[in-house]
């Protein structure tokens, strides 16, 4: 039996293909169709919505293999889902490490399985995030790996990152990063300023981002390795990712939405749901990640979902795991406070959410031209809602937005047929 789909009447921006205009969508069989082509298809009446590609968030935490407590692929892809999110790119820093292609098929065939969005996974940088051996990084490719990083942290030493993307220019594929060097982030716990010396607590200063971001722009440039910046959280970052593009380098970044809509400041009152690494900053860094997305030095709009139980976070500051979950609050957030704020179009805001993570991964994803898979995110920019931790899908609850009001609301995601 055909499954047809119309859906009527909504405004579509499809940023790829520089759309933005009233059109109806058809959908049959998961993919996209001319409408005129459907024969009895199933009605969405969809007045005053917008409908965009399906959001793709590029910095997700599942926690499967091994810490399923937090996480989970069902929970997380139906936090995706509720999010607005039609795809997103799971973090190797799993028990054990999706550092070889067995654990990565493992990954995907649970994310077959259990999966209410399509889940890619992206592939470990070097075993067990030691950063000492690089790995099979063409294996992993092959197994269906789009990215390789070692995210959580980094390869410490600049000759194994090095290596690393000499093999994965030589695969084709791109080192996505996260940038701390340990010896200048350690023992802080958040960003080193005026609030942590207020609240006697060690900090994390700018130079243990900015020292990453800068070596690894050199490796990329020396390599020809495809280089893309993860959380980026610091002025000083979106100055050289600038710089870098300025160049020509093939280098790319993403902001995360607490460090576009908190300061350290959040640290006083949200206590460790403000704990997340990198950490929040100040003001100037705020701005300028802002910029960053204004003039498309920031490619894209990750999560960074990175869910931790309830005891796990009540160890109290200098022991808590550093993360927050983001999946269910990052689209009502960025619609009320970029768009309907107006810094953003909302070709621009939902080009962060689709075009500029296709770039990243290589895939065609994030559009809705005909033939793609059937990916949907309707909204409704107008709705007023205020935020409900409560009544998230994901299993972990550290997150600082509870009661937040938001204008801008996700009204449902259609998930085409798998690739
Ligand atoms: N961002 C975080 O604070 N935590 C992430 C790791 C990471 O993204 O670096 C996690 O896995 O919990
Ligand atoms: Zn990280
Ligand atoms: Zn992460």
């Known amino acids: 039996m055909t499954d047809e789909l119309l859906l009527v009447g909504a405004r579509v921006v499809d940023p790829l293909n520089a759309y933005d205009d009233q059109r109806d969508i058809g959908i049959r069989d998961g993919v996209i169709v001319d409408p005129a082509t459907l024969r009895d298809p199933e009605r969405l009446h969809l007045q005053g919505k917008v409908v965009a590609p399906g959001f793709i968030d590029l ?3 599942l926690r499967y293999p091994g810490q399923t407590h937090k996480e989970d692929i069902r929970s997380g892809t139906a936090a995706a889902a509720a999010g607005g999110f039609t795809t997103v790119l ?19 065939r649970k994310a077959a399985a259990d999966g209410a969005v399509h889940v890619l996974q992206a592939g470990a940088l070097t ?17 269906g790996a789009p990215v390789v990083t070692d995210d959580g942290s980094t390869p410490q030493l600049a000759g194994v990152m090095r290596q690393a993307m000499i093999a994965a220019a030589a695969a084709g594929i791109a080192v996505i990063d996260h940038c701390e060097d340990c010896s200048l982030a350690r023992p802080g716990v958040m960003h080193d300023g005026a609030v942590a010396r207020e609240l006697g607590l060690p900090g994390q200063p700018r130079s243990a981002e900015e020292v990453i971001v800068a ?5 990329a440039a020396e390599t020809g390795c495809r280089l893309h910046l993860q959380h980026l959280s610091s002025a000083g970052s979106v100055a050289m990712l600038r ?3 300025q160049h020509g380098l093939p280098v790319t970044g993403e902001a995360c939405p607490h460090h576009l809509f908190l300061t350290d400041e959040a640290c006083r009152t949200f206590g460790v749901n403000a704990k997340m690494a990198p950490p929040l900053r100040e003001e100037a860094d705020r ?4 910029d960053g997305l204004r003039d498309g030095t920031l490619c894209a709009i990750a999560t960074d979902h990175a869910p931790h139980s309830a005891d796990e976070k009540a160890a109290g500051w200098t022991k808590a795991p550093f993360g927050i979950i983001g999946l269910e609050a990052a689209v009502p957030l960025c619609f009320s406070e970029l768009y309907n704020k107006g810094v953003l179009t909302l070709p621009q805001l939902i080009a962060l959410f689709t075009v500029g993570p296709r770039k990243v991964l290589g895939l065609p994803v994030g559009s809705l031209e005909l033939g793609a898979t059937a990916d949907v995110t309707i909204l409704d920019l107008d709705a007023k809602h205020s ?15 509870d009661g937040w009001q938001c204008r801008g609301k996700v009204v449902g995601t259609l998930v085409g047929s798998s690739r």
């Open 243 to 245: 710089l870098a593009q």
């Open 387 to 401: 935020i409900s931790v409560e009544s998230f899908a994901s299993r972990s609850r550290n997150c600082p937005y």
């Open 215 to 219: 070596r690894d722009i050199i490796l």
């Open 59 to 61: 910095h997700v935490h």
């Open 127 to 143: 075993v067990g995030r030691q950063g000492e051996a690089v790995t099979d990084i063409a294996g992993l490719k092959a197994a």
């Open 287 to 290: 701005q300028a990640l802002i």
């Open 90 to 108: 799971a973090m190797p820093n799993t028990v054990p490490t999706v550092d070889n292609p067995t654990v990565l098929a493992d990954v995907l």
